[in-house]
T-cell receptor, first 118, second 113 residues
Framework: GAGVSQSPSNKVTEKGKDVELRCDPI?????LYWYRQSLGQGLEFLIY????????KSGLPSDRFSAERTGGSVSTLTIQRTQQEDSAVYLC????????????????FGPGTRLTVL | GENVEQHPSTLSVQEGDSAVIKCTYS??????FPWYKQELGKRPQLIID?????GEKKDQRIAVTLNKTAKHFSLHITETQPEDSAVYFC????????????FGKGTLLTVNP
């Protein structure tokens, strides 16, 4: 079936502008994650959604970052008043929910959105 | 806090040789350890994972070993091929979480023909 999709694939913006990044998870996956990947770095956890539960926002680097997940499917990551240090690849992933007997089911990643803040 | 140290940061091998990448961690509650492969410009893809109730897992040319006492786990690739060239990331589930992964900084593996 279709994998995780993200749009846009590339986004160039000017410092101070707001941006919205979109993620469409795999159908049926109730868990959705956002990560940030800076050049030469690993993946940095940003936020996690699971069904109707309150999201885990512990990884968001500042209050300029926010995310929503409407209808338990599509998610939007919003960065307000972008700064040059926000330049990175933003990756979305989805999975079935983990259980006590099987923590962290396989996370399937989207192709990412490369954000460049000038 | 949760931390994953990954070594080496770069690794160059000749085709047919073996490659080993090692990760150490500090969180004793972690019980899930996946490895992801990311080719240039592509998305990360899970290649193998191990859960703490086993010490080793193999899938064709790829194997992962886990030493919970020493808090390290390793990826072994045998008979390397040029298409194995990529960045490899290890990860662990933070605090035994059923969703939150902490990733290493990655290893750039280059397999020379």
């Amino acid at each position: 079936g279709a994998g995780v999709s993200q749009s846009p694939s590339n986004k160039v913006t000017e410092k101070g502008k707001d941006v919205e990044l979109r993620c469409d998870p795999i159908s049926g996956h109730t868990a959705l994650y956002w990560y940030r990947q800076s050049l030469g770095q690993g993946l940095e956890f940003l936020i996690y959604f699971q069904g109707n539960s309150a999201p885990d926002k512990s990884g968001l680097p500042s209050d300029r970052f926010s995310a929503e997940r409407t209808g338990g499917s599509v998610s939007t990551l919003t960065i307000q008043r972008t700064q040059q240090e926000d330049s990175a690849v933003y990756l979305c992933a989805s999975s079935r929910p983990g259980t006590s007997g099987r923590p962290v089911d396989t996370q399937y990643f989207g192709p990412g959105t490369r954000l460049t803040v000038l | 806090g949760e931390n994953v140290e990954q070594h080496p940061s770069t690794l160059s091998v000749q085709e047919g040789d073996s490659a080993v990448i090692k990760c150490t961690y500090s969180d004793s509650a972690s019980n899930y350890f996946p490895w992801y492969k990311q080719e240039l410009g592509k998305r990360p893809q899970l290649i193998i994972d191990i859960r703490s109730n086993v010490g080793e897992k193999k899938d064709q040319r790829i194997a992962v070993t886990l030493n919970k006492t020493a808090k390290h786990f390793s990826l072994h690739i045998t008979e390397t091929q040029p298409e194995d060239s990529a960045v490899y990331f290890c990860a662990q589930n933070s605090g035994g979480s059923n969703y939150k992964l902490t990733f290493g900084k990655g290893t750039l593996l280059t397999v020379n023909p």
